[in-house]
């Protein structure tokens, strides 16, 4: 069964920058396409990023150029760079792992922009 446990979550100002991490247990990491989700209160949990094992990555088009997200196969993990934090970036941040039919999340991590 996969297992995904994010960190790195927190409070930051405006314009700011966090790095989230994402650790994967349970299958072959590389075999996943892996992606970054967040949902702030009151709204629908939405795609922010996604990257396969092969380099190619998807953005929202708003993080496009603010947010990187990476991913370290030999040590099963993927992150989520992010810079110029707005305080519309507030949300609970949830790793994801999808193969076919089959979809993982994590727990969630909250991230919090504001002065």
């Known amino acids: 069964q996969v297992q995904l446990v994010e960190s790195g979550g927190g409070l930051v100002q405006p314009g700011g920058s966090l790095r989230l991490s994402c650790a994967f247990s349970g299958s072959i990491f590389s075999i996943y396409v892996m992606g970054w989700y967040r949902q702030a209160p009151g709204k629908r949990r939405e795609l922010v990023a996604t990257?396969?094992?092969?380099?190619?990555?998807n953005y929202a088009e708003s993080v496009k150029g603010r947010f990187t997200i990476s991913r370290d196969n030999p040590k099963n993990t993927v992150h989520l760079q992010m810079n110029s934090l707005k305080p519309e970036d507030t949300a609970v941040y949830y790793c994801?792992?999808?193969?076919?039919?089959?979809?993982?999340w994590g727990q969630g991590t909250q991230v919090t922009v504001s002065s």
């Open positions: 994801n792992a999808k193969r076919n039919t089959h979809t993982y």
């Open positions: 990257n396969t094992s092969g380099g190619s990555s």
